[in-house]
């Protein structure tokens, strides 16, 4: 029997595959094996990662234990990192190229280390009675002696008292002061002073350290009588810078009304 052309037109569209059916499947079949092959070769993630791979990108938090987290930041702008302090912990967050991390890593540790402690300054200030005539003089402290020499080449002074002494042992850069009182011609006087120190190192090895005092001031004043009229009163301010070992003459003042001269007198030495 004769099969009708219509009839074998259809039997051929079912049994046939369209040809561009079967191309678009062949490449659709080949991108997923070329997208699954690309997700095995991925590295898996670590903790210490943020939304990325760690071979492009890394974060470290450090808790610092000596030093401030916030004072660090100025010096880790310079390191090619990203960073965050968090200063109710005191840690920083730093997050970038691993190796950039890793060496800022290693900057954070080496600056977190407890202060190196300062060498520590003794001081030892003389309030001397100093005058003309040959009265009762006491016998001086040895560091004083040469000072009272001079004093006497200098203002011609044949006799000396030590009124006090104030031994002060404070750290390099800080303020040191005191307060006293002592009596002087019958009359009572009180005292203050202030400075802050600091150590000054030689230009070179033989040259001793010195200490230099800034904004030294030192007063004295009869407590029995007005402010505003400063009868006895003595007032001495200078900036000076005493050799270590060294006992130096800071200066001198005569209260009004008095025979004698108040000298300060100032030995310093440095305990490392």
Known sequence: MRIPDHHRQLRNTVN?????????????????????????????S??????????????????????????????????GVRYSAQPETNSLILTG???????????VKALDQPPAPKPELEIVATILDARRDTGSSRELPKHVEKAAERLGDLFGYRSYQVLDTV???????????????YVLDDGRLTYGLGFRARIVEGSSDN??????????????????????????????????????????????????????ALVLVMNVSIDD
């Open 97 to 107: 190229d691993p190796d950039a991390v890793g060496a800022a890593s290693s900057v």
């Open 207 to 260: 040259e001793p350290r010195s200490i230099r005092f800034s904004n030294l001031e030192f007063h004295a004043r009869d407590p029995s009588s007005p402010r505003d009229e400063g009868r006895l009163s003595v007032a001495l301010r200078t900036n000076v810078e005493i050799r270590e070992g060294q006992t130096a003459i800071v200066g001198k003042a005569t209260p009004v009304g008095s025979k004698a």
């Open 16 to 44: 046939t595959p369209d040809r561009l059916t079967r191309s678009r499947f062949r490449a659709l079949l080949l991108t997923c094996i070329v997208m699954g092959a690309w997700f095995l070769a991925q590295p898996a």
């Open 167 to 181: 031994f002060l042992r404070i750290s390099d850069g800080q303020r040191g002061g005191a307060e006293g009182g």
């Open 46 to 79: 670590s903790q210490d990662d943020v939304g990325e791979s760690s071979g492009e990108r890394r974060t470290v938090i450090h808790r610092l234990e000596h030093v401030d987290a916030t004072k660090l930041t100025p010096t880790l702008g310079m390191l």
